[in-house]
Nanobody, 126 residues
Framework: VQLQASGGGLVQAGGSLRLSCAAS????????MAWFRQAPGEEREIVAG????????IYGDSVKGRFTISRDNDKKTVYPQMNSLKPEDTAVYYC????????????????????WGQGTQVTVSS
Protein backbone atom coordinates (compact mmCIF):
# COMPACT_ATOMS: atom_id res chain seq x y z
CA VAL A 1 0.00 0.00 0.00
CA GLN A 2 1.21 3.54 -0.74
CA LEU A 3 0.27 6.41 1.53
CA GLN A 4 -0.02 10.09 0.67
CA ALA A 5 -0.36 12.54 3.56
CA SER A 6 -1.68 16.07 3.16
CA GLY A 7 -3.29 18.92 5.07
CA GLY A 8 -0.39 20.25 7.11
CA GLY A 9 0.39 23.92 7.45
CA LEU A 10 0.80 26.88 9.76
CA VAL A 11 -1.91 27.58 12.31
CA GLN A 12 -2.20 29.75 15.40
CA ALA A 13 -2.45 28.23 18.85
CA GLY A 14 -6.03 27.27 19.61
CA GLY A 15 -6.79 26.64 15.96
CA SER A 16 -7.65 23.45 14.09
CA LEU A 17 -6.30 21.39 11.22
CA ARG A 18 -7.54 18.27 9.50
CA LEU A 19 -4.93 16.01 7.98
CA SER A 20 -5.65 13.36 5.39
CA CYS A 21 -3.87 10.17 4.45
CA ALA A 22 -4.96 8.63 1.17
CA ALA A 23 -3.99 5.06 0.41
CA SER A 24 -3.56 3.41 -2.94
CA UNK A 25 -3.66 -0.30 -3.52
CA UNK A 26 -6.13 -3.03 -2.61
CA UNK A 27 -7.55 -4.10 0.71
CA UNK A 28 -7.30 -0.85 2.67
CA UNK A 29 -9.66 -2.35 5.22
CA UNK A 30 -7.03 -4.95 6.12
CA UNK A 31 -4.75 -2.29 7.58
CA UNK A 32 -4.68 -0.75 11.00
CA MET A 33 -3.90 2.92 10.40
CA ALA A 34 -2.11 5.41 12.59
CA TRP A 35 -0.58 8.84 12.71
CA PHE A 36 2.76 9.52 14.35
CA ARG A 37 4.68 12.74 14.74
CA GLN A 38 8.28 13.69 15.16
CA ALA A 39 9.66 17.01 16.31
CA PRO A 40 13.33 17.95 15.79
CA GLY A 41 15.55 16.07 18.21
CA GLU A 42 12.65 13.98 19.47
CA GLU A 43 11.61 10.38 18.98
CA ARG A 44 8.67 9.52 16.80
CA GLU A 45 5.54 9.28 18.95
CA ILE A 46 2.01 8.01 18.46
CA VAL A 47 -0.65 10.62 17.77
CA ALA A 48 -3.62 8.36 17.10
CA GLY A 49 -4.46 4.98 15.67
CA UNK A 50 -7.59 3.29 14.39
CA UNK A 51 -8.47 -0.35 13.83
CA UNK A 52 -9.38 -1.90 10.51
CA UNK A 53 -13.10 -1.46 10.96
CA UNK A 54 -12.83 1.90 12.71
CA UNK A 55 -14.31 0.53 15.90
CA UNK A 56 -11.25 1.01 18.09
CA UNK A 57 -9.19 4.16 18.44
CA ILE A 58 -6.18 5.00 20.57
CA TYR A 59 -4.58 8.36 21.28
CA GLY A 60 -1.30 9.61 22.58
CA ASP A 61 -1.57 11.09 26.05
CA SER A 62 -0.67 14.58 24.87
CA VAL A 63 -3.52 14.76 22.35
CA LYS A 64 -6.37 13.03 24.19
CA GLY A 65 -9.49 15.15 24.20
CA ARG A 66 -8.20 17.39 21.39
CA PHE A 67 -7.63 15.07 18.43
CA THR A 68 -10.06 12.65 16.79
CA ILE A 69 -9.12 9.99 14.26
CA SER A 70 -11.53 8.49 11.75
CA ARG A 71 -11.35 6.49 8.56
CA ASP A 72 -13.40 6.01 5.41
CA ASN A 73 -12.68 2.56 4.00
CA ASP A 74 -14.60 3.29 0.80
CA LYS A 75 -12.40 6.32 0.12
CA LYS A 76 -9.28 4.58 1.48
CA THR A 77 -8.54 7.58 3.66
CA VAL A 78 -7.80 8.22 7.32
CA TYR A 79 -8.29 11.60 8.96
CA PRO A 80 -7.08 13.08 12.20
CA GLN A 81 -9.07 16.13 13.23
CA MET A 82 -6.79 18.24 15.37
CA ASN A 83 -8.41 20.89 17.59
CA SER A 84 -7.12 23.25 20.26
CA LEU A 85 -3.65 23.07 18.77
CA LYS A 86 -0.68 24.05 20.90
CA PRO A 87 2.85 25.12 19.93
CA GLU A 88 4.10 21.78 21.28
CA ASP A 89 2.07 20.04 18.58
CA THR A 90 4.55 21.38 16.03
CA ALA A 91 6.12 18.42 14.24
CA VAL A 92 6.22 16.43 11.04
CA TYR A 93 3.18 14.17 11.00
CA TYR A 94 3.36 10.75 9.36
CA CYS A 95 0.62 8.30 8.52
CA UNK A 96 1.36 4.61 8.72
CA UNK A 97 -0.28 1.29 7.92
CA UNK A 98 -0.02 -2.08 9.65
CA UNK A 99 -1.38 -5.17 7.88
CA UNK A 100 -3.15 -7.01 10.68
CA UNK A 101 -5.83 -9.53 11.52
CA UNK A 102 -9.27 -8.15 12.29
CA UNK A 103 -9.00 -8.54 16.07
CA UNK A 104 -5.52 -7.11 16.42
CA UNK A 105 -5.02 -4.28 18.90
CA UNK A 106 -3.95 -0.89 17.58
CA UNK A 107 -0.22 -0.67 18.09
CA UNK A 108 1.50 2.47 19.39
CA UNK A 109 4.95 1.26 18.30
CA UNK A 110 6.32 2.73 15.06
CA UNK A 111 8.32 -0.44 14.32
CA UNK A 112 5.08 -2.42 13.97
CA UNK A 113 3.97 -0.38 10.96
CA UNK A 114 5.23 -1.59 7.62
CA UNK A 115 4.14 1.29 5.38
CA TRP A 116 4.69 5.01 5.81
CA GLY A 117 3.65 8.18 4.08
CA GLN A 118 6.06 10.99 3.33
CA GLY A 119 5.11 13.25 6.24
CA THR A 120 3.45 16.63 6.40
CA GLN A 121 4.65 19.59 8.46
CA VAL A 122 2.37 21.07 11.11
CA THR A 123 3.51 24.31 12.71
CA VAL A 124 1.56 25.93 15.53
CA SER A 125 2.48 29.51 16.35
CA SER A 126 1.99 31.01 19.81
Amino acid sequence: VQLQASGGGLVQAGGSLRLSCAASGPSFNRYTMAWFRQAPGEEREIVAGISRSGGRMIYGDSVKGRFTISRDNDKKTVYPQMNSLKPEDTAVYYCAADHTILSAPVSTTPANYEYWGQGTQVTVSS
